[in-house]
């Protein structure tokens, strides 16, 4: 039987440092185009506000509910796969995850109410009533999608061709395209028994995101210019949606890897251009305009600091999306 460490994660990601790091320099991701795409006042925040100012980093680690989901069920398989060769029997499968939930969840919650420095909640952060039932959806999405990993075809096949076989496993890489330093982690990539390279990307939400895939080009772009693969077309992406599960492969061509490029390069540029000086990489606030859209404010980490008066923002969206209390 195969033991597992019962290891508990800090609660406070130890990401959060290197995501500090990484802002003082321009570096493309996927997430980066995401938050510029939805408001420039939140890019400016999370990448050069946060190198100044203590308050804008600690809104920035606030974690929504289905945010820490995603965080345990993702780090959790990582600290498995550090640690394990084999698959585990069920029971201990099964001790695991109780492991999570009833050690590592409730100490982040508990640490969440007290609101000193570490873990913290959007909704506690917000005062944002939390439902019995919205308590019992989240450890149901954690449990259930670490059930369904140990059960995932793509872990059998992981395990099957050995650690020697695995290419990347969560490390933060970087690379070029034309000028641009990108960054990207991969939550597992190897190489399977019939020679194709095969990058996992473990999913706790139930539908692809709006930039899955400008992110899943970005692996293809990294694993060809890794020369991991003769071609594109002995690349693929498999997006494990484990709460379901459903398996979802989507293979690479070379279109696909040019396309990547030319989105990268012009995403670049857009987000350089409202630089204070591009050469520094340094910007200025006044340079990066707040959208009008309450409905997305609401859910801002940043929101107290546009919306210092909460209720300028309560009264706006009560009108315009009508929520139910
Ligand atoms: S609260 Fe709204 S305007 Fe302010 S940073 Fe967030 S999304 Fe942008």
Known sequence: MTSIPVTVAPAFSEKAEEKARDARAFAWSASRHDTFATCPRKYYYSYYGILEDPEVQRLKQLSALALWAGSVVHETIEDFLRTNDAIPDPTVQEALIRSVVHDRMLKEWKQSEGGTNGFRLFEHEYTQPIEQEDKKILVGIVMRSLRNFFKSPLLREAFKVRRSAWLSMEELVSF????????????????????????????TGRRAGKFNEVQIAGYALYAAEKGWAKSATEISTELAYLIWPRYVRKDVTQPVLDTARRFVTRSAKTMRALLNDPDSNTARIEDFPRIDKPRICRRCNFRKLCFPRAEALEVRSTRRSAPKP
Do not use: S
């Open 176 to 203: 070029h395209v034309d000028d641009v330093p990108v960054f990207l982690r991969m939550d597992l990539a190897f190489r399977d028994e019939r020679d194709r390279v095969r990058i996992v990307d473990w999913k």
